[in-house]
């Protein structure tokens, strides 16, 4: 029975050790995928240099981060030029350009710190009368939010036949996110508008409906761009596809009002 127990604990004392263990574990890669995703270089970034006759030029670097190690172009004086040996370590960057002048290798060597949006450090280079050793400050590029379209409202537009008959449709729209739902109207006759979609700038949608015994199907896709949408309408009502210009603009009080 002495012998039974002595089991038991030994057991329920190497199993207590084996859960430490796989919680450590754990937490240790929860803790270098946190490191590694404050430390993401992946971005446009750009600094200030100056000639040695002191005229200031713009670089930029161009990087993507794949775990710790770096690729990218630098574009400057010499073009666009691919970094080698790129590699990040706990927020230490390095990385090297190497360019070619008159047959000859010149090398510059990047090393600094990330944080956040900036990247400070030091640039070595064998050439360009210069110091060898400069400071390094890059400032990532923050891409500016696009803002929100909308493009709830009744739009308006002029339509002119191949025979020179003039109709001015409307086409009254609800958007929830990206779905959206409409009617679309012409003198005394409306239409469900289906098939329809806003996706960032661009709106489509589509009519049928039924016209001298067939049906007749219009598609309409266009660039929403403040109170106007400019594209193209596809229908084939004279029986065979055509394509027009569509030029609508929004009407009523709701004009205007759109970001």
Sequence with gaps: MKRILVSRCSFLTILARLCAIATCLTLNGQGRAQDNQKSDVTGTWKWTQRRPNGQPFETTLKLKQ?????????LG????????????????????VVLDFGGGERII?????????TIEGKIESDFGGGPPVRPWLAKREIAKPKPAMNVTGTWQWTFTTPGGQTFEPRVRLAQ?????TGTVFWGEGEAAISDASVEDEQVSFKVVRERAGRSVTTQYRGKLAGDTIVGKIESDWSGNV????????KVGAQANASP
């Design 77 to 96: 004086r010499g073009g666009e030029v691919n970094i080698r040996d790129g590699i990040i370590r706990e927020g230490k960057l390095s990385f090297k």
């Design 109 to 117: 060597k990047y090393e600094g710190a990330l944080k956040d949006d």
């Design 176 to 180: 929830t996110g990206e779905r959206l």
């Design 66 to 74: 794949q775990g710790d190690k770096i690729t990218g172009v630098q």
């Design 242 to 249: 055509q394509t027009f210009d569509w030029n609508a603009r």
